[in-house]
């Protein structure tokens, strides 16, 4: 299973990957505004993959999404 979390604050990111991190590592992308267009296209590519092993959580800053 996978699971999207969305959020509009930055710092509710951070505390979701400081947690990750605490539970033993689980793996996760992030996704957010700082991130060049490039490096936010590739993320989200290796999420899709499907020998992708980032399948507890996927961080997006709704922000971040691209305009087309």
Do not use: K, W
């Not at 490039?38 to 020998?51: F, G």
């Amino acid at each position: 299973n996978r699971m999207l979390v969305f959020s509009q604050m930055v710092r509710m990111l951070y505390i979701l990957s400081d947690y990750c991190r605490v539970r033993g590592g689980l793996p996760f992308q992030r996704l957010d505004g700082s991130m060049p267009n490039d490096l936010r296209v590739r993320a989200v590519d290796h999420y899709n993959a499907p020998e992708s092993t980032v399948q507890l959580g996927f961080n997006i800053v709704t922000r971040a999404i691209p305009r087309e």
